[in-house]
């Protein structure tokens, strides 16, 4: 909540393409806007390719397949297909992404509705385990890490900002709507699938099936609600997908504009889209996808959005009185749970993604130097 409200008075009071890319260098220094943009870029190309290849394995599981390269073939396949929707301009992608969250939340509300017998007959009995012994420990810390990939849809309400109508209206309220309605799906849907698996089987399910909910709701209600449901999560990938898609295209224009990426992902075509930069995030995504790896591409994306929505908070503060729509200790919590987050995650991924980091504003101090020169 921090983050997101960070997120919306900054979207608000400065509503370009390019969410805390824009905001770092309007608010900080030229460094820390780099930082952020490609921050973001790396974070949600790996989201992207998480969730491709999460549309794989339910897809797969669905007709009975467990090749892992199916799966990876598959989720490259639908990236190339939303690259080419996304490539069309953003209102074609709005009425498909429409579609997309309509199937998903029929899926889950009747997921969640079935389920609510199982609910109320185990009552407290699966969850007490959670308060018994240590509350907060190292496992759980890393979880919540991980989980906060999942809440950072609004996200893609700010890199949109200039092409919303009355953004210091519409962006505040978009962004809280998003995040009270996707908290209480994903606490609603927790709540019914550890109820009806307990918590060792719905982590069975997902390290033997890739598709937890799928096999929770084959359990509860045979066939049908297991195909529906394995329906609502496909929809829910590709609806991830397609808005990710949409959003690193326009912080890839929005640093192409600005010289901290190749000027050829800068050009807008006739319908608005900025086609060039859509491709060049497909092409991103697919060679992701190509690893293969769920485990490898989401902890990479959390650790590396943490630092992102780090910088986010840090704008926030430096908004001026008239412009800021919150309290001044919203950011600072922000920015606080964010640091305290990010290094709960593995070494063996946090290591390696500074170094990219590094890399990347190396790049950045490279290029300035040069254009200087020039």
């Not at 962004?175 to 606490?187: C, D, F, H, S």
Request: proline residues 3%; positive net charge; charged residues 10%.
């Amino acid at each position: 909540m921090f983050n997101g409200l960070s997120s919306a008075q900054l979207a608000a009071s400065h509503p370009v393409s390019g969410g805390t890319y824009a905001y770092g260098y309007r608010y900080l220094n030229p460094a820390f806007g780099f930082t952020a943009g490609w921050l973001f870029l790396l974070a949600k190309s790996a989201s992207a390719a998480t969730a491709a290849l999460g549309f794989g394995g339910y897809a797969m599981s669905m007709l009975g397949v467990s090749a892992v390269e199916a799966r990876v073939a598959l989720g490259a396949a639908l990236v190339v297909l939303l690259t080419l929707l996304v490539a069309g301009g953003i209102q074609r992608s709005s009425r498909i992404n429409g579609v997309i969250v309509s199937a998903t939340l029929f899926a889950l509300t009747l997921f969640i509705l079935w389920s609510l017998p199982a609910v109320f007959a185990e009552g407290r009995a699966p969850f007490v385990s959670l308060f018994t012994g240590q509350v907060i420990d190292a496992d759980l810390l890393h979880a919540t890490a991980l989980m906060f990939v999942a809440y950072t849809g609004y996200g893609r309400i700010a890199t949109l900002g200039e092409e919303v109508v009355n953004p210091d209206r519409t962006i505040p309220r978009a962004v809280i709507v998003t995040l009270l309605i996707t908290m209480a799906l994903y606490v609603s849907v927790t709540i019914a699938g550890i109820s009806v698996l307990g918590a060792d089987g719905l982590a069975a399910a997902t390290n033997e099936a890739a598709a937890p909910l799928e096999v929770a709701a084959r359990t509860l209600g045979g066939p049908l609600l297991g195909g529906v449901v394995a329906i609502g999560a496909l929809t829910a990938m590709a609806g991830v997908l397609l808005n990710l898609i949409l959003g690193l295209s326009r912080v890839l224009l929005a640093m192409a504009r600005n010289g901290d990426m190749p000027t050829w992902f800068a050009v807008v075509d006739k319908n608005g889209s900025p086609t060039r930069a859509v491709y060049g995030i497909g092409v991103l995504v697919a060679a992701l996808v190509l690893l293969g790896s769920v485990k490898l591409t989401w902890s990479f994306s959390a650790f590396t959005v943490l630092g992102y929505y780090a910088i986010t908070n840090l704008a926030a503060l430096r908004l001026s009185p008239k412009a800021r729509h919150y309290p001044r200790i919203i950011a600072i919590l922000g920015f606080l749970s964010c640091l305290s987050l990010a290094f709960w995650i593995e070494r063996e991924i946090w290591l390696p993604a500074l170094g990219v980091v590094g890399g990347g504003l190396a790049w950045h101090l490279t290029a300035r130097l040069l254009r200087s020169r020039g």
